[in-house]
């Protein structure tokens, strides 16, 4: 925690557009929500209500050109990363408009304009293409950093051990952010490992760790924006675990029979986005007027995209057979 | 030159020719240059950021691959020993095979996965294995398995340079063949071309890598015998040259499918699927498939041997699909 202390907390400005994503990520996921419970519309997701305020922080910290990894629960990653709504539910919903033509689903979004790379359905397997994506800007001599989000599940597999130590043995330009949102599926996280802090592993790489509270914006901006800065500037990579919790379990529809009502009930008690919300309004930073005006544009920016997409035509059938190979000579049938 | 410096060779005017080619392996770099020395002398040359020595991580090499070629770059990473690739399956298969087709081909991964399987060397069944029936089945991989030094380089070259994730499958036992290679930096065969190692009118022999030499061992066993057998190299499985396998079975009207991989479930299972559809009424006999015994590999050269299939056993299927068998 004290390595971050020394970090400057962002300006005005910054906070307020950290709001503003929170409230664009919130009313996304809400939408999504109570489009499928009254059957106005039908996708699968993995819902990410609760963890606003890490890409958040994220998004303020990257730069347009720096890249992002995230998972399948990936909402929110991808708002914080500057994908426009219509393509984000236009994928979830199979439609011609979504990011990748209806071909991947709401799993495997990438916008390379966004800097969006990869959504991965295989938990942990993120993480060595964010290493090769990090080796490739030292290949070009770019100083863009790559972050990739993944969650404590993560953190166990494999893949991980073997992509951390690689990023930390060949210094590379990585921010490994973990969203610990203290359950692996349906698995509470104490369960899953012998230790507490996701954190600790970094030492075992070789790489600094950090643990933050990951509802709170400010704190976020600091570890993140010091981890992206040491990235930048050759310093390597860092493990920034960001504590936080999932209101929606781990697919939307989960009756989440593994968490209590009570450590629930407690956990949306500590809402990120409405704290912060009421810490803009009591710190002066943003006036209620102001702060009412983005809560709307965000609604209004949520509904229109999902209009959009119930408007929009799904991928005609030509489609299926495109892309499986570059040419598709001799490509079996 | 051997198959060895013919694949050298390519690695190296690749890396020379474009700077987007990045070598990742474990124990690529001098001075050990790989365990079979195919990359010695490349980091020296070329430097050690683009030659590059890894950790024993299959997963995190194959991985960082991708994402470089995700990039723009063109990498090409080893797998030592083939065996060892099914630690880095779920990169080859979850990502480099669909990402061209997931993202509506916004992130294609152009990778090339070079491994050699390392068979017939008592090494055991963990180190032995000839796994390119795995990938075959997965929609959105190319599998390439050279069985001559110029096909290895033509290959590989080829491979590095497609835009799609290349499964590049050397064989040990190959290695130290020699023959004649052209040494023009550019040049390159195209993938889904099989090649006519030996011409014939009696019998097609259908075959790819190590198979390929036991298969024309084979034929000249029958040429003998006055039995002219064609041996058609396919060089590639995927993408997979239907039109010239048809066009030598049906002028033959017999096919054996020869291949080092265990026979259950192998390549040749599709290979004579598609031959006995596509040529039902013509063919003079059963399509027959030669393969390794479905067992592990033994280590003991004796069992081994019992394991893999060899020139007399390729022959024997000839004769069988001729009726002369006694």
Same mark, same amino acid.
């Given at each position: 925690m004290s390595m971050t202390d020394s970090q400057p907390p962002p300006s005005a400005e910054v906070q307020r557009r950290m709001y503003e994503l929170m409230a664009l990520m919130k009313a996304a996921d809400d939408r999504l929500s109570k489009g499928i419970s009254t059957g106005e519309f039908m996708c699968v997701y993995w819902p990410s209500r609760g963890q606003e305020a890490i890409p958040a922080a994220l998004g303020v910290c990257l730069r347009p050109d720096d890249q992002l990894v995230t998972t399948y629960r990936g909402l929110h990653d991808l708002v914080g990363k500057g994908v426009p709504l219509v393509e984000i539910y236009g994928e979830m919903m199979g439609r011609e408009v979504g990011a990748c033509r209806g071909k991947g689903g709401t799993m495997h979004i990438a916008r390379p304009e966004s800097g969006v790379m990869l959504s991965t359905g295989i938990v942990g397997a993120g993480i060595p293409v964010a290493v090769g994506l990090a080796l490739a800007a030292r290949r070009k001599g770019v100083d863009r950093v790559t972050a990739v989000s993944f969650g404590d599940g993560a953190t166990n597999t494999g893949s991980f051990h073997e992509a951390a130590n690689l990023a930390a043995l060949w210094e590379l330009p990585v921010v490994l952010v973990c969203q610990n949102n203290l359950y692996a599926e349906m698995t509470p996280v104490e369960h899953t490992m012998k230790i507490d802090r996701v954190a600790d592993r970094a030492l075992g790489y070789g790489m600094p760790g950090v643990r933050v509270d990951g509802n709170d914006p400010i704190a976020l901006y600091r570890a993140l924006s010091e981890a992206v800065e040491r990235a930048r500037s050759g310093g390597g990579p860092t493990l920034v675990e960001c504590v936080t919790f999932r209101f929606r379990g781990h697919y939307f529809g989960d009756r989440m029979t593994y968490i209590s009502k009570e450590r629930l009930a407690e956990a949306e008690g500590n809402d990120p986005v409405p704290a912060f919300r009421a810490r803009l309004a009591a710190d002066g930073v943003c006036s209620n007027e102001e702060l009412d005006r983005i809560d709307a544009a965000a609604l209004a920016q949520v509904n229109e995209a999902v209009q959009a997409v119930l408007d929009a035509a799904p991928p005609p059938v030509e489609e299926v057979a495109r892309d499986v190979f570059a040419d598709a000579e001799n490509c079996p049938a | 030159m051997t198959m060895s410096q013919a694949l050298n060779l390519a690695l190296d005017q690749a890396l020379e020719r474009d700077d987007r080619v990045l070598v990742l392996g474990e124990d690529i770099a001098d001075p050990a240059g790989g365990i079979s020395g195919i990359t010695a002398g490349l980091s020296t040359k070329h430097g050690a950021d683009r030659v590059l020595d890894t950790p024993i991580s299959e997963a995190a090499i194959v991985g960082a691959a991708i994402g470089a070629a995700m990039d723009g770059l063109l990498p090409v990473a080893e797998i030592m020993i083939m065996d060892f690739i099914g630690i880095a399956l779920d990169q080859i298969v979850n990502h480099a095979a669909k990402l061209r087709y997931m993202t509506g081909g916004r992130t294609p991964s152009p990778i090339t996965v070079r491994t050699a399987v390392f068979g017939g060397r008592g090494t055991g069944a963990t180190h032995s294995q000839s796994l390119e029936a795995w990938f075959m089945h997965i929609p959105g991989l190319k599998v390439i398995v050279p069985a001559t030094p110029r096909d290895a380089k033509g290959l590989l070259t080829t491979a590095i340079f497609d835009e799609d994730p290349c499964v590049f499958v050397e064989t040990v036992a190959l290695y130290a063949q020699r023959g004649p290679v052209p040494i023009a930096a550019d040049f390159a065969i195209p993938l889904g071309k099989a090649e006519v190692k030996k011409p014939g009118d009696d019998v097609t022999i259908v075959s790819y890598g190590r198979g390929v030499i036991e298969s024309l061992s084979a034929a000249a066993n029958l040429e003998a015998d006055g039995l002219s @057998? /064609? =041996?058609?190299?396919?060089?590639? &499985?995927?993408?997979?040259?239907?039109?010239?396998? %048809?066009?030598?079975?049906?002028?033959?009207?017999?096919?054996?499918?020869?291949?080092?991989?265990?026979?259950?479930?192998?390549?040749?299972?599709?290979?004579?699927?598609?031959?006995?559809?596509?040529?039902?009424?013509?063919?003079?006999?059963?399509?027959?498939?030669?393969?390794?015994?479905?067992?592990?590999?033994?280590?003991?050269?004796?069992?081994? @041997? /019992? =394991?893999?299939?060899?020139?007399? &056993?390729?022959?024997?299927?000839?004769?069988?699909? %001729?009726?002369?068998?006694?």
């Open positions: - | @057998a /064609e =041996v058609l190299d396919l060089r590639t &499985l995927v993408p997979l040259d239907v039109p010239a396998i %048809l066009e030598s079975v049906s002028r033959t009207k017999r096919a054996v499918v020869a291949h080092f991989a265990t026979r259950f479930a192998g390549p040749g299972a599709e290979i004579a699927a598609i031959i006995g559809k596509e040529l039902f009424g013509q063919l003079a006999a059963p399509v027959e498939r030669v393969g390794a015994r479905f067992t592990p590999i033994p280590s003991a050269p004796a069992l081994e @041997a /019992e =394991v893999f299939p060899n020139a007399e &056993l390729i022959a024997a299927a000839a004769r069988l699909t %001729l009726g002369k068998n006694d």
